[in-house]
């Protein structure tokens, strides 16, 4: 049996600038080709018929991989911390079907 290397630690030094506004999203747009996601992030408002996209984000579907498992594990710590986050489906509540939102 051969011995795998120890992987190599690098740190990166990330750059936060103070300035940076951090935006509000509850409505995502994803769309994909080929070679890359692209994840629109905007706002609707209640009895406003526009949303407005305040981010766009582009990642290739391995980055857009690794970003799906890094949210799968900090929700999981999130529920251990806080307890779970239920679905208005999981109360007995069921939404109407919306062609807009975050939706699966």
Do not use: C, W
């Not at 630690?9 to 750059?15: G, L, R, V, W």
């Not at 706002?43 to 980055?63: E, F, H, S």
């Not at 109360?91 to 079907?97: A, N, S």
């Amino acid at each position: 049996m051969t011995q795998q290397p120890a992987p190599v630690s690098t740190q990166i030094n990330i750059e936060l600038p103070g300035d940076l506004d951090a935006i509000y999203s509850n409505f995502a747009i994803i769309n994909h080709s080929p070679s890359e996601i692209v994840m629109d992030f905007a706002r609707l408002l209640p009895n406003v018929p526009k949303a407005r996209v305040y981010a766009r984000v582009l990642m290739t579907p391995l980055n857009a991989k690794l970003l799906l498992k890094a949210l799968q594990d900090n929700l999981a710590k999130y529920e251990e911390q806080f307890g779970e986050i239920r679905l208005p489906s999981d109360v007995g509540f069921e939404l109407p079907e919306r062609t807009m939102g975050f939706k699966h």
